[in-house]
């Protein structure tokens, strides 16, 4: 059977899809432009969006599992709510949806109660589904990276709690797997939450001190001030977008993202590899040039 991606275009779900693929599934993605897809050979592209109802159905014509990956977006629930609705209209009740870490605790912050509101449908109406969890990933300092580089300023404030930042390609390998372990199941599967992290705790003068060993200069954290955050954020930013970055950044400052015992060896047993590092992030793209 297709199992159907959204969001395959993204940095997460371009690795899905390739993932996939690479496991010898049947696979269909649901893109606005089919023509800037870019997906690999054999895969079915369908022209459409979460909003799209008609676009939705036919989508899920012939698919038996769905990979959930909502952009963040003012009308994210909607589009959740809607495409769960089509899919259960469709008989696909095997899922594999992509939350966010500890979503049922940090519910002021929009986009966190948004996908916590996806699982309890997923819960209550009794899908088949796989709810992962990621933490911050760490493909997000590529938007930032050249104050890094440039000005020897590490601004995210992620505070001094600890965050585990997760690397998007693990995200995608487990999301893959558990599709196809849904996917192939000879029968329904309970629901299963999966926290996804990386393998360090890592405060924001823990990365400062990374970029400068990588670098071999001084690297200063930005301090916590996610009011100065929303406020650099805005100037290329919906403000609406940079005023709910803010809530997010209070959430790490006030709480961090900090992996429960065991998720980390979880995740590598799953991966059968260890995961993916913040300093050999860091070190890849300090050398890039």
């Given at each position: 059977?297709?199992?159907?991606?959204?969001?395959?275009?993204?940095?997460?779900?371009?690795?899905?899809?390739?993932?996939?693929?690479?496991?010898?599934a049947k696979v269909?993605?649901?893109?606005?432009?089919?023509?800037?897809?870019?997906?690999?050979?054999?895969?079915?592209?369908?022209?459409?969006?979460?909003?799209?109802?008609?676009?939705?159905?036919?989508?899920?014509?012939?698919?038996?599992?769905?990979?959930?990956?909502?952009?963040?977006?003012?009308?994210?629930?909607?589009?959740?709510?809607?495409?769960?609705?089509?899919?259960?209209?469709?008989?696909?009740?095997?899922?594999?949806?992509?939350?966010?870490?500890?979503a049922d605790r940090?519910?002021?912050?929009?986009?966190?109660?948004?996908?916590?509101?996806?699982?309890?449908?997923?819960?209550?109406?009794?899908?088949?589904?796989?709810?992962?969890?990621?933490?911050?990933?760490?493909?997000?300092?590529?938007?930032?990276?050249?104050?890094?580089?440039?000005?020897?300023?590490?601004?995210?404030?992620?505070?001094?709690?600890?965050?585990?930042?997760?690397d998007a390609r693990?995200?995608?390998?487990?999301?893959?797997?558990?599709?196809?372990?849904?996917?192939?199941?000879?029968?329904?599967?309970?629901?299963?939450?999966?926290?996804?992290?990386?393998?360090?705790?890592?405060?924001?003068?823990?990365?400062?001190?990374?970029?400068?060993?990588?670098?071999?200069?001084?690297?200063?954290?930005?301090?916590?001030?996610?009011?100065?955050?929303?406020?650099?954020?805005?100037?290329?930013?919906?403000?609406?977008?940079?005023?709910?970055?803010?809530?997010?950044?209070?959430?790490?400052?006030?709480?961090?993202?900090?992996?429960?015992?065991?998720?980390?060896?979880?995740?590598?047993?799953?991966?059968?590899?260890?995961?993916?590092?913040?300093?050999?992030?860091?070190?890849?793209?300090?050398?890039?040039?």
């Open positions: 059977m297709t199992i159907l991606v959204t969001g395959a275009t993204g940095r997460v779900g371009h690795h899905v899809v390739n993932q996939l693929v690479n496991r010898g269909r993605v649901l893109t606005r432009d089919p023509s800037k897809a870019n997906v690999p050979a054999g895969v079915e592209v369908a022209r459409g969006d979460l909003l799209d109802i008609d676009a939705l159905r036919s989508a899920f014509n012939g698919v038996s599992t769905l990979f959930l990956l909502n952009a963040v977006t003012g009308d994210e629930f909607t589009q959740a709510i809607i495409t769960l609705n089509i899919a259960r209209d469709a008989g696909v009740e095997r899922v594999v949806y992509l939350s966010v870490f500890e940090a519910v002021n912050v929009p986009h966190f109660a948004v996908k916590f509101g996806a699982e309890r449908m997923l819960v209550q109406l009794d899908f088949s589904a796989t709810i992962l969890r990621p933490t911050y990933f760490i493909d997000n300092e590529l938007m930032i990276k050249d104050v890094i580089l440039n000005h020897s300023v590490y601004p995210m404030p992620i505070g001094s709690k600890g965050v585990a930042m997760v693990d995200i995608a390998e487990v999301a893959a797997i558990e599709l196809i372990r849904r996917d192939r199941a000879p029968g329904k599967l309970p629901i299963e939450t999966i926290n996804l992290v990386g393998p360090d705790t890592l405060t924001g003068p823990d990365v400062a001190k990374i970029w400068s060993d990588i670098l071999d200069r001084l690297v200063v954290y930005g301090g916590d001030d996610p009011s100065g955050f929303e406020q650099n954020i805005a100037s290329f930013m919906p403000r609406w977008t940079a005023y709910e970055m803010r809530l997010m950044a209070e959430r790490y400052v006030s709480d961090g993202m900090i992996p429960d015992a065991g998720d980390v060896e979880r995740l590598t047993k799953i991966l059968r590899r260890p995961l993916h590092s913040y300093r050999d992030f860091a070190s890849q793209i300090a050398h890039a040039g």
